[in-house]
């Protein structure tokens, strides 16, 4: 299911409601991994071309930190670590691809904003969580952990951090 672009704003609403219908269904409800893997991956893949064709169409330019850009890089930070688990989860494709699940938790870390609000707070907790099982490296956590409290869940910042992110993503 393809969501939407309406007037450039890709639809929030839609995305949201895909993902948590995904994240109930494959991951709170059964533990079907690689369905829930099946079914983020096209939304993740069409937010972050989304994203990078924006940012293209304003020669680099971020958006502003208005409400709407809260709401999507709060979608995408969440979207991130759930196929970042799901991956983790189906154990044949964590084999294949241990590098995208670092590299999906620590854009999740980097990107997810408001970390002061208490479903972020928690939901940070968990990303560090499953980013010091992946690493097995609690130095290394420790230090994105401090990175990413340096930055406070500003809006701007995590909407650069995806940016980068998407613009190294692509080009493989």
Same mark, same amino acid.
Request: aromatic share 10%.
């Given at each position: 299911? @393809? ?18 219908? $995904? ?23 069409? $937010? ?6 924006y940012i293209e169409n304003r020669s680099g330019e971020l958006p502003s930190a208005n409400t709407y850009w809260h709401l999507f890089i709060d979608c995408c930070a969440k979207l991130c670590y759930f196929l970042a688990a799901s991956t983790y989860f189906s154990s044949n494709a964590l ?5 995208? $699940? ?18 972020? @707070? ?15 490296? @609690?130095?290394? $956590? ?31």
């Amino acid at each position: 299911m @393809e969501i939407q672009v309406i007037r450039d704003h890709l639809d929030i609403v839609k995305l949201q409601e895909k993902m948590n219908a $995904v994240v109930f269904d494959y991951l709170d409800t059964s533990n079907n991994y690689p369905k829930a893997m099946k079914e983020l991956n096209p939304l993740y893949i069409q $937010v972050t071309a989304y994203y990078k064709e924006y940012i293209e169409n304003r020669s680099g330019e971020l958006p502003s930190a208005n409400t709407y850009w809260h709401l999507f890089i709060d979608c995408c930070a969440k979207l991130c670590y759930f196929l970042a688990a799901s991956t983790y989860f189906s154990s044949n494709a964590l084999q294949k691809t241990p590098e995208e $699940v670092e590299q999906l938790l620590k854009i999740a870390a980097y990107s997810l904003p408001s970390i002061e609000q208490e479903e972020n @707070e928690l939901l940070l907790t968990e990303i560090l969580a499953l980013l010091t099982e992946v690493l097995a490296d @609690e130095e290394k $956590v420790t230090t994105i952990r401090n990175e990413v409290l340096a930055q406070k869940g500003d809006v701007k910042q995590c909407l650069q951090q995806f940016k980068l992110f998407v613009d190294q993503e692509l080009l493989v």
